[in-house]
């Protein structure tokens, strides 16, 4: 496989950033057979988590950054909690960086 360029990268970066998390992860997975997966969901600052994506036979790396929004839900049935917290998360910011190899 052929590196990506900045031309490439700069089309990929657009065409996920348009995506929801979880459609931009798998599009990620499936791209390359020799992708691995650096940290999932790390909490980098308050509310924010990062999913980082090391594309090998590309020279890429991808970075995903997510917002977390907490929701209350207000539960009725006996012998639960009355009071339930949902989490939302929504794709806000995506990274995509060469690597150290990749001199396209």
């Known amino acids: 496989m052929a590196y990506l360029n900045r031309e490439e990268r700069e089309k990929l970066l657009n065409e996920l950033i348009k995506m ?7 599009k990620l997975r499936r791209m390359d057979p020799k992708v691995k997966l650096a940290y999932l ?6 509310g924010e988590y990062w999913t980082r994506y090391e594309l090998f ?3 890429t790396v ?7 929004d907490e929701e209350q839900t207000f539960t009725d049935k006996p ?3 009355s009071v339930r917290l949902s989490k939302d998360y929504t794709l806000t910011q995506v990274m995509v960086e060469p690597m150290p190899e990749n001199q396209t």
């Open 62 to 68: 991808v970075t995903l950054v997510e917002r977390s």
């Open 20 to 26: 929801k998390a979880p459609r931009a992860r798998g």
């Open 79 to 81: 012998g639960s909690a």
């Open 57 to 59: 036979g590309l020279g």
């Open 41 to 46: 969901r790390n909490a980098q600052e308050s």
